[in-house]
């Protein structure tokens, strides 16, 4: 979080509205602020786990969320398909940190409500789910890399734009995976253009489901 504060202080020192991409375990956030005062305030409550009224409803819309003092990533319009896919993955990869299942917390908060639903609509839900060998060979997996992004397919009168990335994981036991992550920008508030995760899919069962 030091680079975080670091662009903090930045706006406090130069006083100007500031965009800037916050460095924290490995990926980055982009935020506009406008004031000293909005910046002093967001440096307060993130340096001490205080919010007040619109200090923390602003801090949701930065892709941050406290919880037990520790933030985690959460949506933001700023945030595109390829970055959630990113903070997803990485999260995934170091799951137990900064407390139990964060980085399947992570997961839940930018997944879409169809997803959820799907899963079974809690996060208590998602980590029971998370546990099958699949889905759970990503879960504090050595490493992965991105094979591939797909093209943006626009939006359509019923559902928002869309976009796929497929990446290859090595897990911490086994052979390599490949996931096809297909996101869906949001339509609606409260998290309306932000890209959220459609589906995950091992793209073995991909494959089976087209024949």
Known sequence: MK????????????GRALSFQAVSRGYRHTAAFVSKTNVASHLFAL????????????LFDMGYQPQDRQCLPCPYPELNAENVVQLCMDNLLSNDEPRANAGLEVCFNFSSDQCRAALGGSLEKFIQYASNPTFGSMVGAKEWTKASVGPIIEGTNTRGAMQTVLVDVKPSNGRDRRFLWSLQRERRPPRQNCWLVHECIFVENSYLLTL
């Open 47 to 58: 340096n001490t786990g205080e919010f007040y009224g619109d200090e923390e409803s602003e």
């Open 3 to 14: 680079s975080l504060f670091a662009a903090f202080s930045l706006c406090l020192t130069s």
